[in-house]
């Protein structure tokens, strides 16, 4: 009971001053107060849209740096065309002879080179 008659007080003081003249000196505390209730509004508004725009701003910057590394590897079915065959980065070693015989044909054709 007690709390509603507060309530109601308070409600008379808030219409009285409001009505009144800002410079009402009896009223300093109420303008006081409702000056600290907007501005925590419009901060809180502001914070409320400052983190929209950066969690839009992030998206926007995750979706780029996803398209950049996207356009730096080919796609699937390009990369499946240039597949590597590892047989042919590991050839199966040369004969010993076929060596020999390269060796001679570059020391042949040297010689005849020289003449």
């Known amino acids: ?6 309530l109601k007080a ?24 409702v000056a600290v209730a907007a501005v925590t509004a419009f901060a809180l ?22 398209l950049a590394q996207a356009s730096r590897v080919a796609d699937p079915d390009t990369m ?5 065959d590892p047989e042919k980065f590991h050839p199966a070693p040369p004969q010993e002879e076929g060596i020999k015989r390269r060796i001679r044909q570059a ?5 005849l080179e020289r003449r």
Do not use: H
């Open 1 to 6: 009971m007690e709390t509603i008659r507060q």
């Open 80 to 84: 499946s065309r240039y597949r590597v």
């Open 45 to 66: 508004i502001g914070l409320y849209i400052v983190g929209k725009m950066a969690k839009n701003f992030r998206a926007v910057r995750a979706e780029r740096q996803r």
């Open 107 to 111: 020391l042949d054709e040297r010689k």
């Open 10 to 33: 308070l409600w008379v003081y808030a219409s009285w001053c409001a009505q009144a003249p800002a410079s009402a000196p009896a009223c300093d505390s109420f303008w006081t107060w």
